[in-house]
């Protein structure tokens, strides 16, 4: 068994599937225990950082990070370099903070380098600290994560008793220090400037925007918020150099992680590139359970793929997936106005109720689904669904509004033949009406 | 002043959170954490005391309990098992895995079981979705596919 959860008297975390073709982010993180800080070191741990303080200067550090097109893994996508070029107009004191709030219906890649090899995020994030001139760190993590906190602050602590965590690290005169902090389950705090507020310690209720956190974050003072997976990238970025513009195609390089689950034999985390396909990655999973065919991919809650867009890349350009890579499989013994419900009923409990549209039109789109499921719907209730489903983005002031109804148009763009269906009082599935 | 919620051990924890943090205010989740780890739940009167230990408003400190799903206010049961109904889990059929744990403990869903032993809860993903469905007893997860009667009765036998 783990020595390091034992210690920490977690029980075993149950084992799930995890497989990588290119061995970075997922090198140390295949098997289900926590990698402490001996081996960590002892397998090339740390060495980015040695680089980064003795070797490089934060200009350096910045124009490798622009060049590797490393884009923000929190389903942004938003191109890492330029966040924090931004920052430095900024005046110091700036933090840093790490987003772990990882929350997204069907998402639970965070978790693993979180649960297995957290000096990658703790490393990345000091070398993140250095670059960007910020000497406090903070790792928001989600509350339904207990054993990912109580393995966070051991590891900072070995970090710390190491030297690489406190004042002047390896002997420069840079000092960076990480707290975690706690969330108590609101998705919403994933949304930057709601986890600032709640690490605050006030209700998580998104900011205006702008000032961006890079001009007016945490304790108003410039902030950069980054995912897990993004600062995990960094260690690689710097060991790899240059060459890390080998890794996967032009313009999106680096590993990229793919949390699969829904109907696939082996339901995972995968690493691959970003040049594979949607098929190639069901694949990469095993392929549909049970031999049954195709239906639908819910990119968590954000969109929703059919049969035609399997040939998608997993990249950022416009046309793929881009996102946090989450996929969640369904086959044809499922129903997408089912699922669609799902998600509409995540989103009602989930908006923050902050603006008006994002509040009231989350549970009208809940409620005309449920319509749907039950078969009352009628022609009016589909064009009042589209209705709010322009509205409620237009209406929000942050990622969850805009992305609310996204799954819902998707679906009406994707499969109209099932809301059609669902009027005439069919489920092609035969899981509604009951 | 006294406290009755606030024992000595928990103060001990707030009074680390204020300084590891610089603003008051960034202590409360920390505790509010600390107190449902000891008390299952969030006995109403601890707010008070929490709200006179760290001189907050107490409206601030409701505020943010009634705004986290985490915190409740209390339900009398010892143990509380959190069920996932998100997508992942509701494509492995959690609700045949409700009725089992249903039938098993005599709780309901927002209801605790007669013996005061069981609460149930659904709630949105808990990022197992490896392992749907997948369901939260207290701090401890578990992977609900392929688990079969005799495996769910000895977990919910772990605790009593």
New interface residues.
């Given amino acids: 068994m783990d020595r390091i959860r034992e210690r920490l008297g977690l029980?075993n975390?149950?084992?799930?599937?995890v497989e990588s073709n290119i061995n970075l982010l997922l090198r140390r993180a295949k098997e289900n225990r926590t990698v402490g800080i001996e081996e960590y070191v002892n397998t090339g741990g740390y060495s980015a950082l040695e680089k980064a303080l003795k070797r490089m200067t934060p200009e350096d550090i910045l124009v490798l990070v622009e060049e590797s097109t490393l884009r923000g893994r929190g389903g942004a996508g938003f191109p890492t370099g330029r966040k924090w070029r931004f920052i430095l107009m900024n005046p110091k004191p700036r933090y840093l903070i790490c987003n772990a709030d990882?929350?997204?219906?069907?998402?639970?890649k965070d978790?693993i380098i979180i649960e297995r090899d957290p000096h990658l995020l703790i490393e990345g994030m000091i070398i993140t600290g250095y670059t960007i001139g910020a000497e406090e760190g903070y790792i928001y993590i989600?509350?339904?994560?207990?054993?990912g906190y109580k393995i966070l602050e051991y590891a900072i602590n070995e970090a710390r008793e190491h030297g690489f965590l406190g004042k002047n690290i390896l002997g420069t005169d840079f000092s960076f220090d990480i707290?975690v902090?706690?969330?108590?389950?609101?998705?919403i705090c994933g949304e930057e400037t709601a986890l600032i507020e709640?690490?605050?310690?006030?209700?998580?209720h998104p900011r205006l925007k702008p000032p961006y956190p890079p001009q007016w974050g945490l304790?108003g003072r410039p902030t950069i918020v980054n995912n897990v997976e993004t600062l995990s990238n960094i260690p690689i970025i710097i060991t790899y150099g240059r060459y890390f513009m080998n890794i996967g195609p032009v313009g999106f390089f680096g590993p990229k992680l793919f949390?699969?689950?829904?109907?696939v034999e082996r339901?995972?985390?995968y690493e691959s590139t970003m040049d594979i396909t949607l098929r190639e990655l069901i694949e990469m999973a095993g392929g549909i359970k049970g031999g049954r065919k195709f239906k639908a991919v819910?990119s968590g809650?954000l969109g929703v793929y059919g049969e035609k867009d399997l040939d998608i890349p997993m990249d950022y350009s416009p046309k793929g997936f881009g996102g946090t890579g989450t996929t969640?499989v369904?086959d044809e013994t499922?129903c997408i106005i089912?699922?669609l419900l799902?998600?509409a009923?995540?989103f009602h409990?989930?908006s923050?109720g902050k603006c008006t549209p994002c509040r009231v039109g989350t549970y009208e789109q809940l409620n005309i689904l449920k319509k749907f499921k039950n078969g009352t719907a009628t022609k009016k209730d589909l064009d009042y669904l589209k209705h709010i489903a322009k509205n409620i983005p237009i209406g929000s002031i942050c990622g969850l509004g805009y992305s609310a109804p996204q799954a819902i148009v998707d679906a009406l763009e994707k499969f109209p033949e099932e809301f059609e269906a669902h009027l005439e009082g069919k489920c092609p599935a035969g899981v509604c009406f009951k | 002043m006294a406290y009755k919620y606030l024992t000595e051990d928990i103060i001990k924890k707030i009074d680390e959170y204020r300084n590891k943090f610089p603003y008051k205010e960034q202590a409360i989740i920390p505790s509010l954490h600390e107190i449902l780890e000891k008390y299952r739940d969030i006995p109403e009167k601890s707010l008070e005391e929490l709200a006179e230990y760290l001189k907050v408003p107490l409206s601030h400190i409701e505020g943010i309990v009634s705004f986290y799903d985490m915190f409740r206010f209390k339900k009398n049961a010892r143990h509380h098992i959190r069920i996932c109904r998100n997508l992942p889990c509701h494509l492995a059929n959690y609700q045949s895995l409700l009725e089992k744990i249903k039938k098993l403990t005599n709780a309901d869903v927002g209801k605790s079981s007669a013996d005061g032993r069981w609460y149930i809860e659904l709630v949105e993903c808990i990022g197992s979705c490896a392992i749907a469905p997948a369901f939260l007893i207290d701090n401890d997860l578990y992977d609900g596919s392929n688990l079969t009667d005799e495996e769910l009765k000895k977990i919910l036998e772990k605790y009593k």
């Fill in positions: 029980p975390l149950p084992e799930i599937y990882e929350s997204e219906p069907g998402t639970f978790r989600r509350g339904e994560y207990p054993a707290k902090y706690r969330g108590a389950g609101a998705y709640s690490l605050e310690g006030k209700r998580g304790y949390p699969i689950s829904g109907k339901p995972g985390v819910f809650a969640i369904l499922d089912d699922s799902v998600i009923n995540f409990h989930e923050c």
